[in-house]
């Protein structure tokens, strides 16, 4: 006790050096030992179920007619259109419905549309909603209200994350420039039919129209193009058409929700839904005592034995779409020199990282795109293997000489390098691992942690060098590099006229075997000029308890996709 109390209470810097040098011995340690651990039985991918229902909690026995899931850092804007925030993600896919929906393959399957047809040119969609559609409110859902959607996302106000400029609608951009007054590509044909006229084909154009759907009556009061003032307000009281009603949100605490009366497929026999805060300091705790009856983990050998030991947790293991990586900001004038970049790729030991954090539950990530996809081919791809003496060679060749106390020098400035991290398992190991390595080659890192909502801000306002973070799920291979690396959407400053090139021509044409060798090709120059440090790919581990049934998370639909389905066990 006095030695934990002597350590607490120790000057700040001091306790801040022992408190790395101690990270770094547990992470030393743990990359000795991971051979060990790598060699035990590694959990299959799919569902193991629970071995003795009879542990569940009291606490959890207790609700009848509620189930709870983590999450982690809602912001509150609840629109899915609007959110800047993964998790405010996840709480409108409680709310709201797609139009055309993903199944367990990623294949595109029908939402609230029930069928589409696409002309032989592949530019005219035409798409048949279900009959008697209803937002959660009683009110119908109609091809009116799929149009209005459409045409908030070409406003020249809207300034969400979702380009619907991808999907080339005709007359979409006279719109935004205020050349006409509506968008000559959208048809109301009948209150169940629109027809969609793009400019050209495109491969994600069916993902970008077949997203969530607005009310008209609700959103659009008054509604008049470059004004979207009042559609804000409504951040905080959505109206949407999914399996769940929004509650309340109670910052800091949890999300509630009701089930929803007029949801298409029937209402969820489920009565009500939390989204309960957690972090990854708490979210086995809440699990154990049963505060919560769903979370997700980080995929490791330590969090999977304690879930096992548990008793009554069904555990789902499958391979995410998404990636890891740390973001170049290509505006600064030492990241724009490319052999810099190189450098502080061949400088950091990914292996390592990725060894420590999944301990055989990951791989490093080599292109932007997951293993699992079709897009995935890495002949002929630099796959960048830890060497410090390539880096610093790199780095003697770019101009950067060594200065008296071992930080590289340029025209009289020093390598100093910002690197903005939020609170996550991940970060938690990089940080330690990537201050070593870096120093090595030369370079000062300077970590900045923070929240993930203000990483995003900083991101944005381009106050930082390096942005640790992960790509949201990827449906398709374009969505990991067009918002990323693309000289029109990218605001890292990011610019490669070749890159744009392959990106573009990736999503020109719906036939998969021809857009691979644009991809495969594509991912080769993104090697040779990186915007970006690749990270990982990982194993996604979540589980739920034996109370409940029904929980069959996926890559492409998470938690959400089975929700309507979950049920509390009598």
Same mark, same amino acid.
């Given at each position: 006790?006095?030695?934990?109390?002597?350590? %607490?209470?120790?000057?700040?810097?001091?306790?801040?050096?022992?408190?790395?040098?101690?990270?770094?011995?547990?992470?030393?340690?743990?990359?000795?030992?991971?051979?060990?651990?790598?060699?035990?039985?590694? #959990?299959?991918?799919?569902?193991?179920?629970?071995?003795?229902?009879?542990?569940?909690?009291?606490?959890?026995?207790?609700?009848?007619?509620?189930?709870?899931?983590?999450?982690?850092?809602?912001?509150?804007?609840? !629109?899915?259109?609007?959110?800047?925030?993964?998790?405010?993600?996840?709480?409108?896919?409680?709310?709201?419905?797609?139009?055309?929906?993903? +199944?367990?393959?990623?294949?595109?399957?029908?939402?609230?549309?029930?069928?589409?047809?696409?002309?032989?040119?592949?530019?005219?969609?035409?798409?048949?909603?279900?009959?008697?559609?209803?937002?959660?409110?009683?009110?119908?859902?109609?091809?009116?209200?799929?149009?209005?959607?459409?045409?908030?996302?070409?406003?020249?106000?809207?300034?969400?994350?979702?380009?619907?400029? #991808?999907?080339?609608?005709?007359?979409?951009?006279?719109?935004?420039?205020?050349?006409?007054?509506?968008?000559?590509?959208?048809?109301?044909?009948?209150?169940?039919?629109?027809?969609?006229?793009?400019?050209?084909?495109? /491969?994600?154009?069916?993902?970008?129209? @077949?997203?969530?759907?607005?009310?008209?009556?609700?959103?659009?009061?008054?509604?008049?193009?470059?004004?979207?003032?009042?559609?804000?307000?409504?951040?905080?009281?959505?109206?949407?058409?999914?399996?769940?009603?929004?509650?309340?949100?109670?910052?800091?605490?949890?999300?509630?929700?009701?089930?929803?009366?007029?949801?298409?497929?029937?209402?969820?026999?489920?009565?009500?839904?939390?989204?309960?805060?957690?972090?990854?300091?708490?979210?086995?705790?809440?699990?154990?005592?049963?505060?919560?009856?769903?979370?997700?983990?980080?995929?490791?050998? +330590?969090?999977?034995?304690?879930?096992?030991?548990?008793?009554?947790?069904?555990?789902?293991?499958?391979?995410?779409?998404?990636?890891?990586?740390?973001?170049? !900001?290509?505006?600064?004038?030492?990241?724009?020199?490319?052999?810099?970049?190189?450098?502080?790729?061949?400088?950091?030991?990914?292996?390592?990282?990725?060894?420590?954090?999944?301990?055989?539950?990951?791989?490093?990530?080599?292109?932007?795109? %997951?293993?699992?996809?079709?897009?995935?081919?890495?002949? @002929?791809?630099?796959?960048?293997?830890?060497?410090?003496?390539?880096?610093?060679?790199?780095?003697?060749?770019?101009?950067?000489?060594?200065?008296?106390?071992?930080?590289?020098?340029?025209?009289?400035?020093?390598?100093?390098?910002?690197?903005?991290?939020?609170?996550?398992?991940?970060?938690?190991?990089?940080?330690?691992?990537?201050?070593?390595?870096?120093?090595?080659?030369?370079?000062?890192?300077?970590?900045?942690?923070?929240?993930?909502?203000?990483?995003?801000?900083?991101?944005?306002?381009? !106050?930082?060098?390096?942005?640790?973070?992960?790509?949201?799920?990827?449906? +398709?291979?374009?969505?990991?590099?067009?918002?990323?690396?693309?000289?029109?959407?990218?605001?890292?400053?990011?610019?490669?006229?070749?890159?744009?090139?392959?990106?573009?021509?990736?999503?020109?044409?719906?036939?998969?075997?021809?857009?691979?060798?644009?991809?495969?090709?594509?991912?080769?120059?993104?090697?040779? +000029?990186?915007?970006?440090?690749?990270?990982?790919?990982?194993?996604?581990?979540? %589980?739920?308890? /034996?109370?409940?049934?029904?929980?069959?998370?996926?890559?492409?639909?998470?938690?959400?996709?089975? #929700?309507?389905?979950?049920?509390?066990?009598?």
């Amino acid at each position: 006790m006095t030695t934990l109390l002597r350590s %607490a209470f120790a000057p700040a810097a001091q306790r801040a050096r022992r408190t790395a040098s101690f990270k770094i011995a547990l992470l030393a340690s743990a990359v000795m030992l991971s051979s060990f651990a790598f060699a035990d039985d590694v #959990l299959k991918e799919g569902i193991t179920p629970a071995t003795d229902a009879s542990q569940v909690p009291a606490a959890a026995k207790l609700r009848t007619d509620t189930v709870i899931a983590g999450i982690s850092e809602p912001q509150g804007i609840f !629109n899915p259109y609007f959110f800047v925030n993964g998790w405010d993600e996840n709480v409108t896919n409680v709310i709201f419905a797609r139009l055309i929906d993903w +199944d367990s393959q990623g294949k595109l399957v029908p939402g609230l549309a029930q069928s589409w047809t696409v002309s032989p040119d592949g530019k005219t969609y035409t798409i048949k909603l279900r009959p008697d559609l209803k937002f959660s409110d009683g009110s119908s859902l109609t091809a009116e209200d799929v149009a209005f959607t459409l045409t908030v996302l070409y406003d020249p106000k809207y300034d969400g994350d979702t380009d619907i400029t #991808l999907a080339h609608i005709a007359g979409g951009e006279e719109y935004k420039q205020g050349k006409a007054e509506s968008i000559s590509g959208l048809k109301v044909i009948d209150p169940l039919t629109l027809q969609v006229t793009t400019t050209q084909p495109g /491969a994600t154009t069916l993902q970008k129209i @077949g997203g969530p759907v607005l009310s008209k009556a609700y959103y659009g009061k008054g509604y008049q193009r470059g004004n979207l003032d009042y559609l804000r307000t409504l951040h905080g009281k959505p109206l949407g058409n999914g399996p769940y009603v929004y509650d309340k949100y109670i910052p800091g605490q949890e999300i509630r929700f009701h089930a929803n009366a007029n949801y298409y497929r029937g209402v969820p026999p489920t009565p009500r839904f939390i989204y309960r805060v957690t972090n990854p300091s708490t979210n086995f705790q809440l699990f154990q005592t049963g505060d919560t009856d769903y979370d997700a983990f980080t995929s490791r050998p +330590d969090d999977i034995e304690q879930l096992k030991m548990l008793g009554f947790a069904n555990i789902n293991l499958y391979g995410s779409s998404d990636y890891s990586k740390i973001e170049f !900001n290509v505006h600064r004038p030492a990241l724009q020199d490319v052999k810099v970049r190189q450098a502080l790729i061949y400088g950091l030991d990914r292996q390592k990282l990725i060894d420590v954090v999944y301990q055989g539950y990951g791989t490093v990530a080599i292109e932007p795109i %997951a293993p699992i996809s079709w897009a995935y081919n890495t002949d @002929g791809v630099n796959p960048y293997k830890f060497d410090p003496a390539q880096a610093s060679k790199l780095l003697d060749e770019a101009g950067w000489k060594v200065g008296g106390d071992g930080i590289r020098v340029k025209d009289g400035k020093r390598l100093e390098l910002t690197l903005l991290v939020s609170k996550k398992v991940l970060n938690d190991a990089l940080i330690p691992i990537a201050k070593e390595d870096y120093q090595k080659i030369g370079v000062l890192l300077k970590p900045q942690v923070v929240d993930f909502n203000a990483l995003m801000s900083q991101r944005k306002a381009g !106050n930082y060098d390096l942005a640790s973070f992960s790509t949201s799920t990827l449906n +398709d291979p374009h969505d990991g590099v067009w918002d990323y690396y693309s000289t029109e959407a990218t605001e890292s400053g990011y610019n490669n006229p070749e890159v744009d090139k392959l990106i573009n021509e990736g999503n020109a044409t719906l036939d998969i075997e021809k857009r691979k060798p644009i991809y495969h090709e594509l991912y080769k120059v993104l090697a040779n +000029d990186p915007p970006a440090i690749l990270l990982g790919n990982r194993k996604i581990l979540s %589980a739920s308890s /034996a109370r409940v049934t029904g929980f069959k998370p996926d890559i492409y639909n998470g938690l959400t996709g089975s #929700l309507p389905d979950v049920k509390i066990v009598k």
